[in-house]
């Protein structure tokens, strides 16, 4: 992967978007090197269509429920990110599953965000509270978050980024997530400027993190 200029990102949400807000305010620095050019909601109702209008985004609902077929609805998600000429599809809290042509399409090219620090506490049925109420349930003292390419598995995908976040003994879910979010908004647009600059190689399972080139021309 070579470093790119004005890298395009489809921003794929299905709730509120405090994620997908940490990358537009990230993309509008001057220095980000990447743009959202679409957000594409699974729900009508999704808080994050509101932020993409309130930065001029285009905003794009696709309902599972509106095509007859998994295949019809993966083929509806790439029309719409390859219109818009996403060079990477970002998933923010979105709560339809990715198809296996999507993922196919855009291999290595997909991120995700998980609320854990992978290979912990992931998995079908890991979402949202539920992860944080299983860290305390099993009593883990440090929880986190992990940004990771997407492949064919649930939260299985080579990680490329992972932040810690200590368990605190009055811990609940709720102020658990609150304390992950935070580093789930530094981590994501980190993990989306490596990507612009070309600095994320994939070997296996590893994702390696290349060294910054200094006083490289662009010409
Ligand atoms: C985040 O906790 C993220 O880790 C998970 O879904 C949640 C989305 O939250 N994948 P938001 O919509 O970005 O606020």
Known sequence: MNGRKGLRLAVLVSGGGTNLQAIIDH?????????????ISSRRDAYALERARRHGIAAEVRRRRDYPSEEAYSAAL?????????????LAGFMSVLGQPVIAAYRHRIMNIHPALLPSFGGP???????HQAVLDYGAKVSGCT??????????GP????????????DTAASLAAR?????????????????????????RRVRILPEERGKSDD
């Open 27 to 39: 993309c509008e620095q001057e220095t980000s090197g990447a743009t959202v050019a679409v957000v």
């Open 125 to 131: 049925g890991m979402y949202g509270e539920h992860v």
């Open 78 to 90: 790439l029309e719409c990110i390859s219109r818009f000429q996403a060079d990477l599809v970002v």
């Open 147 to 156: 940004v990771m390419f997407v492949d064919e598995g649930v939260d299985t």
């Open 159 to 170: 990680v490329i980024l992972q932040a810690a976040v200590p368990v605190q003994e009055d």
């Open 180 to 204: 992950v979010l935070v580093q789930e908004h530094r981590l994501y647009p980190e993990a989306i400027s490596l990507y612009a600059q070309g600095r994320l190689a994939v070997e296996g």
